[in-house]
């Protein structure tokens, strides 16, 4: 039952309410705004009320319950001014408490280096998709069809039921792809991104890695450019006096095909645990566009020519500092990520 007397009899109760204690004053708003408190209650018996006095009563039932909230206010500052402050004052002249600051990643941070070394050089960033098509990553790269690279060894394939050529992409070369498709020539582009393979993950091997893969393709590139690009990044990676080597290799996509060493940055070519005494590092894949790549993708390979490379950024991550096991970019041990707090 709601009625004006109530109503006004609380309102009395609210005027006259009085408190000596912080605690007093809790106790004041359990007794009338808690869970079972009077003002609650009432809200509760709102449901009662008449549908032509519902108007009226919701009003002078908000009307209350806001001088409460305000009388409990003012209940509360009073208090604080009769129990005055607590203890010593704070003393202004302390430090301030520090906020800890999250650091970059170490692949993001040689991500970065990577990237802003082929940028002066006058490439540009591209990015594409990690869910791909078979097109992308394999087809429009010279796969044969029956490559190991598209076994199920290899590639997260997606279950879908209307297609059955979707897959995680293996490499960042797709993204080359889908630059050809849709800028004009000459093409100087370096792709960063995240890759997938189904390999068992280990100290040397993860499922899922990262990638920065590079394509540049105008009239008259040679295997002399790729070479001095090559050299040139390595010596702004590693260091002016590093030198590289190119041994042949094969990707389909390429031809000729090299994979390129390093001279080991810790022993100097010497020979140590890092480079297992050979004095090199292998860093990265490379060659010049095979002419078929070029045909599946709409250029005329009788003019244009051009080279593509790619590299693994946690491999270059672990030769930079020597972190002997891959997993530890993957964990997040705040441990290991707080080691390169300082490098940015
Ligand atoms: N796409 C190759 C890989 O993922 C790397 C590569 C890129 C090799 C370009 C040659 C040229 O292993």
Redesign the pocket.
């Known amino acids: 039952m709601i009625d004006d007397k109530i109503i006004e009899d609380l309102q009395k109760q609210i005027d006259e309410l009085k408190a000596a204690s912080q605690q007093q004053v809790e106790e004041i708003r359990v007794k009338m705004l808690g869970k079972k408190g009077e003002i609650t209650r009432l809200f509760e018996e709102f449901r009662t009320v008449q549908a032509d006095q519902k108007r009226l009563y919701g009003q002078k039932l908000n009307t209350l319950k806001n001088n409460m909230l305000s009388k409990l206010e003012a209940l509360k500052a009073s208090v604080e001014n009769q129990e005055g402050p607590k203890g010593p004052a704070e003393d202004l002249t302390l430090p301030g408490d520090r906020m800890p600051l999250g650091a970059r990643h170490p692949i993001s941070i040689v991500r970065e280096e990577i990237l802003s070394i082929f940028k002066k050089f006058g490439y540009s960033v591209a990015e594409g998709p990690e869910i791909e098509d078979d097109w992308h990553v394999f087809s429009a790269l010279n796969f044969p069809p029956e490559h190991p690279a598209r076994d199920m060894q290899d590639t997260f394939f997606i279950n879908n039921q209307t297609a059955n050529n979707i897959l995680l992409r293996?490499?960042?070369?797709s993204v080359q792809v889908r630059t050809m498709e849709s800028q004009s020539l000459p093409i100087r582009v370096v792709c960063p991104g995240r890759?997938f393979r189904n390999e068992a993950i280990s100290a040397r091997a993860h499922c899922i890695f990262h990638?920065v893969?590079g394509l540049y393709i105008d009239k008259n590139v040679s295997f002399a450019d790729l070479k001095q690009s090559i050299l040139l990044f390595a010596q702004e990676m590693f260091g002016a006096d590093t030198k590289i080597r190119m041994r042949p290799s094969y990707?389909p996509?390429?031809e000729p095909?090299a994979e390129v060493d390093v001279s080991c940055n810790i022993c100097k070519g010497k020979g140590c645990s890092i480079c297992k005494g050979t004095g090199w590092l292998e860093i990265?894949?490379?060659?010049m566009v095979d002419p078929n790549v070029l045909i599946a993708n709409g250029i005329d390979p009788e003019v244009y020519s051009g080279f593509?490379?790619?590299m693994g950024i946690e491999r270059i991550a672990m030769l930079k500092w020597q972190v002997n096991d891959l997993r530890h970019y993957f964990e997040n041990d705040v441990r290991f990520l707080r080691e390169f707090e300082t490098v940015i």
């Open positions: 293996t490499h960042t070369s890759v990638q893969e990707f996509f390429t095909s990265l894949g490379c060659g593509a490379f790619g």
